[in-house]
């Protein structure tokens, strides 16, 4: 079945230095990837989000890139603040179809 | 805009009652209600999908007559977890979208503990 496989699964880094995480998706009929950010306890909101038939988004400290020949899309975050730290979740979804899947999830930790 | 409001946020409850949670979109139309549960530190588990005036549609695994779902109009959704007993426990949250090529939105959560 569709499977999105999310690394890392943890991801400590500096605050200031550059984040960046990796999704590959197993369904070629994927035309659309939302990531969202969940802090504990709360709601997953989404941050950022591509489609097909682009290569890159970008929107201030966040960018999402997508290969859709290697069926690849990474999240990158620069400049890290403390307050990015959460959990970050993938996910992938055929804009014809009713699901989405999911990522396991990264959890980042920003450390001042 | 695309504010999804959900109701409670945490239950406490016996063993072998039953809990109603609400799930609204607030300034758009839920075409699509999507259940989640989410357990510590782990992903989003998709239970069920619903479409606005059908019978949603339960994941391989989940128990239709164990997680009751409604969706009787565009902006409400609930998930009915009938006599619940303490391995229910855990973190509901519903998410809704519009049209199928827009992102889904997410209500707060339910935090669910069945003594």
């Known amino acids: 079945g569709e499977n999105v496989e999310q690394h890392p699964s943890t991801l400590s880094v500096q605050e200031g230095d550059s984040a960046v995480i990796k999704c590959t998706y197993s369904d070629s009929a994927s035309n659309y990837f939302p990531w969202y950010k969940q802090e504990l306890g709360k709601r997953p909101q989404l941050i950022i989000d591509?489609?097909?038939?682009?290569g890159e988004k970008k929107d201030q400290r966040i960018a999402v890139t997508l290969n859709k020949t290697a069926k690849h899309f990474s999240l990158h975050i620069t400049e890290t603040q403390p307050e990015d730290s959460a959990v970050y979740f993938c996910?992938?979804?055929?804009?014809?179809?009713?699901?989405?899947?999911f990522g396991a999830g990264t959890r980042l930790f920003v450390k001042a | 805009g695309a504010v999804v409001s959900q109701h409670p946020s945490w239950v406490i409850c016996k063993s072998g009652t039953s809990v109603k949670i609400e799930c609204r979109s607030l300034?758009?139309?839920?075409?699509?209600m999507f259940w989640y549960r989410q357990f510590p530190k782990q992903s989003l588990m998709l239970m069920a999908t619903?479409?606005?005036?059908?019978?949603?549609?339960?994941e391989q695994g989940v128990e239709k007559d164990k997680f009751l779902i409604n969706h009787a109009s565009l902006t409400l959704s609930t998930l009915t977890v009938t006599s619940a007993h303490p391995e229910d426990s855990s973190f509901y949250i519903c998410?809704?979208?519009?049209?199928?090529?827009?992102?889904?939105?997410f209500g707060d959560g339910t935090r669910l503990s069945i003594l």
């Open positions: 591509i489609r097909s038939n682009v």
């Open positions: 996910a992938a979804m055929y804009t014809g179809g009713f699901k989405t899947i």
């Open positions: 998410s809704a979208r519009d049209l199928e090529d827009q992102p889904q939105h």
């Open positions: 619903s479409n606005e005036g059908s019978k949603a549609t339960y």
């Open positions: 300034d758009f139309q839920a075409t699509t």
